[in-house]
């Protein structure tokens, strides 16, 4: 066997160097190179997916729960083809994420000759689901084009970015190169707000008796000048997204109680003279297609400058990083400012009787997230898939105080919350992660299961059981007439599957063991598996759209003027 240094070699060294611990994927005639020169160096975990859509997902779960940068290797062609999902919702999540993808050698590339996986473009395929994408077309080329891919990933807006790596170039040698030796990404600085859009918000804040923040999770990183201004008397929501960078226990957090379908949240912006909305897109999935009527003295802070005015309009944009700028933003006002006193108070009942109503909206699920929170770690992940159960209590009465335990499909696709909830499994610094699926997103990826067993896991799989796609039935059940269609799945026994996977298993029919079963499957290590018998505990109600708003508090709850 040769000792010759190969582009393969520099892959798998430069990946050690940027700080990428595991990565995943799936070995094919296109990538034994790479795969051979990572296993050699034995630096990075190669964990092996059950297939590509699910290896992209769990990257970009491990990326998300370690905030650093995740890594998936597929073939060439159907291979790569097969991980767009995960590059379609690492780029909705913003998650940096680097796709190495093999490629036919170089004397082939791009002329349609029928070599294996051979398909046209499969740059401009990537190109459009991704951030940017490249071709290593030369060894001398290879650390060049490396850093500039992870550099793209990596720099705000953040988001997916793939190298294709012919096989040829996989083989070819090359001097190993000195800048390795202490190797570092030339990522940019954060990005500070100019100076006089600063004051002129400062100004704004100053004016304002009645302040809220919402907060996206492009201001992941601001839990301390968050906490300043709620100090100060703001209030505050966050997207879906941007859940936990502030504790949602805190008083003057309404978490993603962020007012679609909620009456009496509504009704509150209206009475909110100042909006500070920081690294979110203000999603139309979160706003009712962007009917919310959020207040108009709305001033928008985001690194990207497409997001003005995107989706609501703004007296004020301030092109920055969110932590950076709402940091210059709470040194500029400690000391100077204090909101009404009444705001707090009337803020804190609002969120009081959001949550019970919210909580009573919720039929024989109601004490699900109290008995879930109650048993599992605070620190754990918080992993789950688009279910009518997250949409509800998952998302927005299950408390989480950590935006890197926050994880669930941010571009609202089914069946990608097992994968994510497997690479944030493997990210360091979490005790337990909990993943919470329906039947059909589960057995979506039901292969995947057999990844956590071989990887041994210490997850817990909830799978919320209601015979077929819930959600859809409500919808149908609104605009089609209640004419429920294919949305009855015929799907193996729970217990069966997790005898076959050789998984402890449970199965919850009553609402009131559900936090004890949870526990018991908490107190084993390794992946286990639980399955929730929505038939046996009865229909969740709709939820809004699909379902009643929930009313503005009665005479006698929040004050809201």
Same mark, same amino acid.
């Given at each position: 066997?040769?000792?010759?240094?190969?582009?393969?070699?520099?892959?798998?060294?430069?990946?050690?160097?940027?700080?990428?611990?595991?990565?995943?994927?799936?070995?094919?005639?296109?990538?034994?190179?790479?795969?051979?020169?990572?296993?050699?160096?034995?630096?990075?975990?190669?964990?092996?997916?059950?297939?590509?859509?699910?290896?992209?997902?769990?990257?970009?779960?491990?990326?998300?729960?370690?905030?650093?940068?995740?890594?998936?290797?597929?073939?060439?062609?159907?291979?790569?083809?097969?991980?767009?999902?995960?590059?379609?919702?690492?780029?909705?999540?913003?998650?940096?994420?680097?796709?190495?993808?093999?490629?036919?050698?170089?004397?082939?590339?791009?002329?349609?000759?029928?070599?294996?996986?051979?398909?046209?473009?499969?740059?401009?395929?990537?190109?459009?689901?991704?951030?940017?994408?490249?071709?290593?077309?030369?060894?001398?080329?290879?650390?060049?084009?490396?850093?500039?891919?992870?550099?793209?990933?990596?720099?705000?807006?953040?988001?997916?970015?793939?190298?294709?790596?012919?096989?040829?170039?996989?083989?070819?040698?090359?001097?190993?190169?000195?800048?390795?030796?202490?190797?570092?990404?030339?990522?940019?600085?954060?990005?500070?707000? +100019?100076?006089?859009? @600063? /004051?002129? %918000?400062? #100004? &704004?804040?100053?004016?304002?008796? =009645?302040?809220?923040?919402?907060? $996206?999770?492009?201001?992941?990183?601001?839990?301390?000048?968050?906490?300043?201004?709620?100090?100060?008397?703001?209030?505050?929501?966050?997207?879906?997204?941007?859940?936990?960078?502030?504790?949602?226990?805190?008083?003057?957090?309404?978490?993603?109680?962020?007012?679609?379908?909620?009456?009496?949240?509504?009704?509150?912006?209206?009475?909110?003279?100042?909006?500070?909305?920081?690294?979110?897109?203000?999603?139309?999935?979160?706003?009712?297609?962007?009917?919310?009527?959020?207040?108009?003295?709305?001033?928008?802070?985001?690194?990207?400058?497409?997001?003005?005015?995107?989706?609501?309009?703004?007296?004020?944009?301030?092109?920055?990083? +969110?932590?950076?700028? @709402? /940091?210059? %933003?709470? #040194? &500029?006002?400690?000391?100077?400012? =204090?909101?009404?006193?009444?705001? $707090?108070?009337?803020?804190?009942?609002?969120?009081?009787?959001?949550?019970?109503?919210?909580?009573?909206?919720?039929?024989?699920?109601?004490?699900?997230?109290?008995?879930?929170?109650?048993?599992?770690?605070?620190?754990?992940?918080?992993?789950?898939?688009?279910?009518?159960?997250?949409?509800?209590?998952?998302?927005?009465?299950?408390?989480?105080?950590?935006?890197?335990?926050?994880?669930?499909?941010?571009?609202?696709?089914?069946?990608?919350?097992?994968?994510?909830?497997?690479?944030?499994?493997?990210?360091?610094?979490?005790?337990?992660?909990?993943?919470?699926?329906?039947?059909?997103?589960?057995?979506?990826?039901?292969?995947?299961?057999?990844?956590?067993?071989? /990887?041994? %896991?210490?997850?817990?799989?909830?799978?919320?059981?209601?015979?077929?796609?819930?959600?859809?039935?409500?919808?149908?059940?609104?605009?089609?007439?209640?004419?429920?269609?294919?949305?009855?799945?015929?799907?193996?026994?729970?217990?069966?599957?997790?005898?076959?996977?050789?998984?402890?298993?449970?199965?919850?029919?009553?609402?009131?063991?559900?936090?004890?079963?949870?526990?018991?499957?908490?107190?084993?290590?390794?992946?286990?598996?639980?399955?929730?018998?929505?038939?046996?505990?009865?229909?969740?109600?709709?939820?809004?759209?699909?379902?009643?708003?929930?009313?503005?508090?009665?005479?006698?709850?929040?004050?809201?003027?």
């Amino acid at each position: 066997m040769s000792d010759a240094y190969t582009v393969s070699d520099l892959i798998a060294e430069f990946l050690d160097a940027c700080g990428v611990s595991t990565a995943f994927g799936i070995v094919s005639v296109h990538n034994i190179p790479m795969l051979d020169a990572i296993s050699r160096r034995n630096a990075v975990r190669f964990v092996m997916a059950r297939g590509e859509a699910g290896a992209g997902h769990m990257a970009d779960g491990y990326a998300r729960a370690s905030g650093g940068l995740g890594c998936v290797f597929t073939s060439t062609g159907p291979g790569a083809a097969n991980a767009v999902a995960g590059l379609v919702e690492a780029r909705f999540a913003g998650t940096p994420l680097l796709h190495i993808t093999g490629q036919t050698a170089t004397c082939f590339a791009d002329r349609g000759m029928g070599t294996v996986h051979d398909v046209p473009d499969q740059l401009g395929m990537l190109r459009a689901t991704g951030k940017s994408a490249y071709r290593i077309r030369t060894a001398g080329e290879a650390l060049g084009v490396l850093t500039r891919a992870a550099t793209d990933a990596l720099t705000p807006p953040m988001g997916p970015v793939s190298v294709e790596v012919p096989t040829d170039i996989q083989r070819a040698t090359l001097p190993r190169p000195a800048t390795l030796d202490g190797f570092m990404l030339p990522l940019p600085p954060p990005l500070p707000p +100019a100076e006089a859009a @600063l /004051e002129q %918000l400062v #100004a &704004r804040v100053l004016q304002a008796r =009645r302040p809220m923040l919402w907060l $996206g999770r492009g201001a992941a990183g601001a839990a301390r000048p968050a906490m300043a201004l709620l100090e100060m008397g703001f209030g505050m929501v966050t997207s879906w997204a941007g859940r936990g960078i502030v504790p949602e226990d805190h008083p003057m957090n309404l978490g993603a109680l962020n007012g679609q379908g909620l009456g009496g949240v509504e009704a509150f912006y209206g009475s909110v003279d100042l909006m500070i909305v920081a690294g979110s897109r203000l999603r139309g999935h979160e706003t009712g297609d962007f009917s919310v009527p959020l207040p108009r003295n709305l001033v928008q802070i985001d690194i990207d400058p497409l997001a003005d005015g995107r989706t609501y309009p703004n007296v004020l944009f301030l092109r920055g990083d +969110a932590a950076l700028t @709402l /940091e210059a %933003l709470a #040194a &500029r006002l400690a000391g100077r400012y =204090r909101a009404e006193p009444a705001f $707090g108070e009337e803020f804190r009942c609002l969120k009081r009787d959001t949550r019970a109503a919210f909580k009573a909206s919720l039929g024989p699920y109601a004490g699900f997230a109290e008995q879930l929170r109650m048993v599992v770690p605070r620190d754990a992940v918080w992993a789950r898939d688009i279910t009518i159960n997250n949409s509800t209590w998952g998302n927005k009465l299950f408390a989480l105080s950590d935006p890197r335990t926050n994880i669930y499909p941010v571009g609202a696709g089914i069946g990608q919350g097992l994968c994510l909830g497997i690479g944030a499994a493997l990210a360091a610094g979490h005790p337990k992660t909990v993943v919470m699926t329906g039947d059909g997103g589960f057995f979506l990826n039901m292969s995947e299961l057999w990844t956590a067993v071989q /990887e041994q %896991l210490d997850m817990v799989i909830l799978v919320m059981n209601d015979r077929g796609y819930g959600v859809i039935r409500h919808i149908q059940d609104a605009v089609a007439s209640g004419r429920r269609r294919f949305d009855t799945l015929l799907a193996p026994d729970l217990a069966g599957v997790a005898a076959l996977a050789g998984l402890p298993f449970w199965r919850v029919s009553d609402p009131a063991a559900f936090g004890a079963t949870v526990s018991e499957a908490l107190a084993v290590r390794g992946p286990t598996l639980v399955e929730v018998d929505m038939t046996a505990i009865g229909d969740h109600p709709p939820y809004f759209p699909y379902g009643p708003k929930i009313a503005a508090p009665a005479a006698g709850g929040s004050a809201v003027r």
